[in-house]
């Protein structure tokens, strides 16, 4: 038995695999984002369309997103926030991060879902992403030629900028 891609811990066969073959549905909108993921990683993208909400899935485009599953090595996911989602629930919310290697390169694909339940069944309906927070410098930054703030006396460049 193999771990599951979603990162449950659960051995696959257990975990994700009934959901994606339809064996099962998904009992939360965290279920189903993870199996979502699992769709990825194991490049079962049409998956991907069919717990798509019906009424998003003439905007899918299903070869696009099996070139990205391909074509990227899926490394971690990490659930960073669950809202509402549960199995009485109509509506869910999840925020993760999915970390995929794509040409040598290690992309963070950070993002917040929605999820709706219909008839009993959960659906992805759409994902907005989380874009980075700019970071800002508390202090002023220092010049190669100023004097270094250490207190030496010496220009920072000879000193502390070493």
């Not at 193999?2 to 257990?14: A, L, M, Y």
């Not at 049409?46 to 070869?63: G, I, K, N, T, V």
């Not at 309906?125 to 250490?150: A, D, F, H, I, S």
Request: hydrophobic letters at 30%; charged letters at 30%.
């Amino acid at each position: 038995m193999t771990q599951c891609f979603c990162g449950s811990g659960q051995p696959f066969e257990t975990c994700c695999q009934p959901i994606l073959d339809g064996a099962e549905a998904a009992k939360t909108a965290e279920a189903l984002m993870r199996a979502r993921y699992t769709a990825f990683a194991a490049r079962r993208t049409e998956f991907l369309h069919e717990s798509l909400h019906p009424e998003h899935r003439q905007d899918h485009d299903l070869a696009a997103t099996r070139r990205w599953a391909e074509n990227s090595e899926w490394l971690n996911l990490d659930v960073l926030d669950v809202q509402d989602g549960a199995a009485d629930d109509e509506q869910g919310t999840v925020e993760f991060i999915a970390t995929y290697k794509e040409r040598g390169v290690i992309h963070p694909h950070h993002e917040v879902s929605q999820f709706q339940r219909v008839d009993g069944a959960w659906y992805f309906v759409e994902g907005r992403l989380v874009m980075p927070k700019t970071e800002t410098r508390g202090q002023p930054k220092v010049g190669r030629n100023e004097p270094c703030p250490c207190g030496s006396g010496k220009k920072y460049k000879k000193c502390c900028g070493r």
